[in-house]
């Protein structure tokens, strides 16, 4: 029998990217990227910082570049190879990216009168314009259902689906009354090539759902429509035009339309699995079973678990979700991460520019941070740029350094960054346990997984355990192949679909006693200014400072 | 009759400057700099960051080759000069800055076989290698003589003179038991000019002794042989050979010697002053006098007042010391400060070189920090870089930054820090005020006073009140010059020396009532920053952080 392959479809924030697999094996035959062409790479921007959007028209262009480029490079390096041996698609996007449509299921942002107005684009996961109202979304749910928020940290996000239409409502009222509902990127794109736009044909996925929408089948899915008219009394009309129920990664959406088989070469009528979240299919990609935390590290992280569903499981404040399927089908998928990571390393160097672009260099600044031990500095920092995800969920907080001398250099401010963040995935890691989630082995993929090993010693020196790193560089996209080769019955299930399709890296990075050691003091002490700027009920009332602070900022800049 | 002129002799952390002065209205009609030759810019460094010292050949030189340079200056411009026109000297340095001197009061520095010993030379006032010693002093008069440290803000820091003759004799005893005694640069310059270094026959400035080496006519002088030989049993020795009276700046110490002239060709015979610290005479070159705050604002600040003697006055803590006859004779000289403030401002440049070579200089930073309004940039930071001197008197504290985001701009930060530095200067002026020393006004000298308006803009909107600059670009110098009218009879007192020869530029800035409102709100913050890590009593217990980040990083470099 001649192999079989997968094709993953990655959207990322600046690109896309197209990975064809063998499902055999998980060996990755071919990959394409296409930048996306709105906006400043892919990034459409505005006057308020906390803006973020991405035009459609360039997840439709992204399929058929990417899928067109993959096969072609398939058929010049892998001998015999032919595109009807491409069994099944699996895709994966950013969230919670929502986007409005049409009655048909069409995007807003492909009408003409709509074609500019940035309300009517795709929200991108990282836009915070909705501060206010996720904190409206939040007091609301204390008060009307709590439940609501005990599975996603007991605080509703500003990057999340609620937050981002009902800013769209307050504030570009045009765009929300135009628009026959939401739909969010990992679903539309499958729906797209599928030919399931149709918001009756739609299919969505729990993981979005679940972890952005505080879907839950214990509460027959969406939040009901009394609440949501309790926020907007058009908000609460909405609900009748969402999805009834939402689905794993293991349900088919469709089959992949003529049109999209004509556009990209791929063979019409394969099956597209339902979408999910870049990250939770990256946790697919490295392996995740119980007892495994994938962290995926980037511009930020996401730390994902799995717990068989029918086990024990609290409600372990501070994550940002927990929800059965959205990972793996038949597990609690266990979401928790930092808001920023490689985007603080990133602004150190490109804002910051230390030294100048030669001496400022990640390069540069990596190999003079190598060169210190562990408290040489005497600096400290918080990993708060962007706020913090887990555990604290809180936006409004920023990022502080300390112990600053006379003579502090960029390489020692670099390493306390990375050191900050190597503290922040402690702290993540301390609260699955604290909560009877048991990690027993870390596997980490994502750029600055693979491409620093400095920050993988130190961020196995800081927790004392062993850093593995993901055999494949594109876990994400790996993650949705094996959700396409699923759906195609290459395998019959996840686990042993993962089995066959991944794997480690050979080089393991084993914590330094010593450093750890130092590191544990070290830590002692990043806990305290943890707790003090983040924690209201710390004794030491340090709590208002930095949200002062942007108080002051925002009536400043008015 | 002729003019008549004055020399002052103004011993900086790099260079010495001579400025000629006429002594009827202080215009000042020549001055010459000349940079020391030894070490890194005039400054011999170790591999303990901590240490700090200057040869003395470099004071013996540059008294030669600046009054020379000076009075040829003088000759090319002013119309008809003769260097008998000339009729004092004035000298101030940088302190405590004390040097190990044989029986015949000649440096150890100049023995071929200490020649590169850097425990024989001059120990300059940044050099912190006494911390522990330091510690050991506060603690042992905290037993024995809590009364010296009531005029010394409490604690006895590293950067003074028995500090740093406890550490020599603690870590290179040869050097110990080789020095007869220790001289303040200070005293030294004016002896060797007279040939009075002879232990016997030296004069001792109340200005060093009383303000680094708890000198005080109340209790006999410098600190009682026994409390020096509970320190250390060759300390208590040392104690015979120090001098039994300290005078104030407008006493003469003796005519120039006769080699002197010769070599400079200035009168022989001309008396100089007693000297001091260069912002001791700096206040005088600012016209201090009693109301009025003199702020010398450079790499660090002193922040002076006085106060008629005869006039009740608190032990205000936190203060660096208070002194009889140590600014003005017949009045208390009150001396505050800022461990750095331009030192915070060059490290910024010099050692994070943000947005490189170009966009990091001192002025486009400035550019990019003046176009930003107050509160905008959401930071906060402390001006701890180099430790507090007032009021916590703590070298065991560090900076801290606060607020950034993903998106700080280095200018930013830089506003961040002069901010600082301005909340620093207010909760100076506010100790002063709290203990009953009313501000009057403020004048401000010094290199950044004079070249960054920005500066003298952001401290006025801090505090509320205007801020004035001295007339005097050489205000240090131009008070060593006033000292030397004095004891040369060109003046009655220093009152009217002062009348006569010090102003102030016309330009005053004025603070913004709008501006003056969020900085009112920021430095609520700061304080509650300044307390937390700052106070012992401080309910929330950061007070360790600072601290245990030396240690840590004392104990991994080690």
Known sequence: MSARYTLGLDYGTNSVRALLVNTANGREVATAVWGYEHGQDGVILGRDPNLAR???????????????????????????????????IGVDTTGSTPLPVDAQGRPLAFQKRFAKHPAAMAWLWKDHTGVAEAAEITEKARQMRPHYLAKCGGTYSSEWFFSKILHCRRTAPEVFDAAYTWVECADWVPAMLTGTEAPDKLTVGVCAAGHKAMYSDDWGGYPDAEFLGALDPKLGELRARLRPKAWAVDKSVGGLTPEWAARTGLPAGIPVAVGAFDAHLGGVGSGIAPGTLVKIIGTSTCDMMVVPVGQPLADIPGLCGIVNGSILPGYWGLEAGQSAVGDIFNWFVNYLQPGGKKLGSHEELTKGAARLKPGESGLLALDWNNGNRTILVDQRLTGLLLGQTLYTTPAEIYRALIEATAFGALTIINRFEEYGVKVEQIVNCGGIAEKNPLVMQIYADVTGRPMKVSRSAQTCALGAAIAGAVV???????????????GLKPRVFQPNPEAHAVYRQLYGLYRKLHDAFGTADWTGNLYDVMKTLIEIRNRVRQ
Not at 61 to 78: D, N, P, S
């Open 54 to 88: 991405q035009h459609p028209a360039d997840y439709v262009k992204g399929a058929e570049v990417t899928i067109k480029k993959a096969l072609a490079e398939a058929r010049r390096t892998v001998r015999g190879f032919q595109p009807d041996q491409v069994v099944g």
């Open 488 to 502: 195609a019955g290459a395998h019959p299930d996840f686990p042993s679909a993962q089995k066959a399709m991944t």
